[in-house]
């Protein structure tokens, strides 16, 4: 990836360097992070942190495990995969937190429901029969429950999968 060039700047190219040297991962993580100041603070909307606040509990947490594994007991898999999850964490929870002021955009644009209402009705989709049909068959509804719950496995599972020495791919992308 090609650094950002700031030519005003006299230490243009040391932030280049330094930019280049942050993985992926958290390059992403840090340009989510502008993209949610900066329409936090376009749109003027409230900062909520609600379920997110309880997630954030989680990272002093992590950023201890990931040192106290990295110098004092080294254990190299370890301080990787809780980076992992960090770097995804971030990633996520500022997903999260960007998609209010993003609604509040919204405002500006049409609705779809009425196209989205069209697309359901021509391949014969009924939501309020949907939603009786699982009603009506309690075995669905708890597979359903459970596979709603298993999100936060899948996301430690997903973390561990993308370090995997067989995905290059992700641990390309997740490396520091």
């Not at 947490?61 to 301080?79: D, G, N, S």
């Not at 359903?144 to 020495?165: E, G």
Request: glycine share 6%.
């Amino acid at each position: 990836m090609v650094g950002i060039a700031l030519p005003l700047l006299p230490s243009a190219r040391k932030f280049n360097r330094r930019w280049l040297a942050v993985g992926a991962g958290w390059r992403m993580a840090v340009l989510f992070a502008v993209a949610t100041i900066a329409l936090y603070a376009t749109t003027g909307t409230a900062l909520s942190l609600g379920g997110a606040g309880k997630a954030l509990l989680l990272v002093p947490l992590l950023i201890a495990v990931a040192l106290f594994y990295r110098y004092w007991r080294p254990a190299p898999a370890i301080v990787d995969s809780v980076e992992t999850i960090l770097k995804l964490l971030a990633i996520l929870l500022l997903g999260m937190l960007i998609s209010f002021p993003a609604a509040k955009l919204g405002a500006h644009f049409p609705l779809r429901d009425a196209l989205l209402a069209r697309a359901d009705a021509a391949i014969g989709f009924n939501r309020a029969d949907y939603l009786d049909f699982v009603a009506d068959h309690p075995y669905l509804k708890a597979v359903l429950h459970a596979a709603y719950l298993c999100m936060i496995p899948q996301f430690l599972l997903s973390a561990r999968c993308l370090r995997s020495p067989r995905n290059e791919r992700g641990a390309r992308l997740l490396s520091q």
